[in-house]
């Protein structure tokens, strides 16, 4: 009696143990800190890009897994994500050069496809949206100070994302996270009439997911 009693328990336990395995991997949170460099692209040749401006992006991250398949995550999250852009316009053979920063508060829309880990590494594509709405907007012309331009600002960013990438388990469910993301704006920067200015950037993914 003593055995089967002690055989019944270690059985649960194990399935108890396995079960609460698989249930971590349902669901895993993260964080990110991310370095980019952010551009954009003009309508107007007057109005164009005066090269890459650094930024930088971070926050939480969050991994749902999609039904029983271990391969097919939804992925999401609440992130901070600072970039900036540099102008030159064109006026009457004149450049006048300026540069701006946008702050925006983004939620990630992605599906994240999967390999089973190969030794300690999981490989990973991702494709989705990126949706952000601005919270602080400023720029300045060569050699001013910054002022804001919130009221010329475009409030949402809607851009198109595809990144790539790898996690590196070190610990249990505890992994590192490394990859490259690219994200092309559907959105104009400034609101107005003016200029339909669409801001893109590059970013190295760096993170740690539990």
Not at 25 to 47: T, V
Not at 67 to 73: K, M, R
Not at 179 to 195: A, E, L, M
């Amino acid at each position: 009696m003593k055995k089967s009693t002690l055989a019944l328990a270690a059985t649960l336990l194990l399935a108890t143990n396995i079960y609460a395995q698989d249930e971590v991997k349902s669901f895993r949170l993260g964080l990110e800190l991310c370095p980019s460099m952010g551009w954009f692209k003009s309508d107007e040749k007057s109005f164009e890009s005066d090269g890459a401006k650094f930024g930088y992006r971070f926050g939480l991250l969050g991994d749902f897994r999609l039904g029983s398949n271990a391969n097919y995550f939804f992925s999401t999250g609440l992130f901070l994500n600072n970039l900036g852009v540099k102008t030159k316009t064109t006026i009457l053979d004149t450049v006048y050069k300026s540069e701006a920063k946008l702050q925006f508060v983004e939620l990630p829309i992605t599906i994240k496809l999967k390999t089973s880990e190969i030794g300690y590494m999981t490989y990973f594509g991702q494709i989705g949206f990126d949706t952000g709405i601005v919270v602080a907007a400023k720029a300045k012309p060569e050699g001013g100070e910054f002022e804001d331009i919130s009221d010329n600002t475009n409030i949402l960013r809607i851009a198109l994302v595809v990144g790539a990438g790898l996690e590196y388990n070190f610990s249990g469910s505890t992994s590192a996270l490394l990859g490259v993301k690219y994200s092309n704006g559907f959105t104009k920067i400034y609101d107005g009439d003016g200029p339909k200015a669409k801001l893109h950037y590059a970013e190295l993914t760096v993170g740690v997911l539990f």
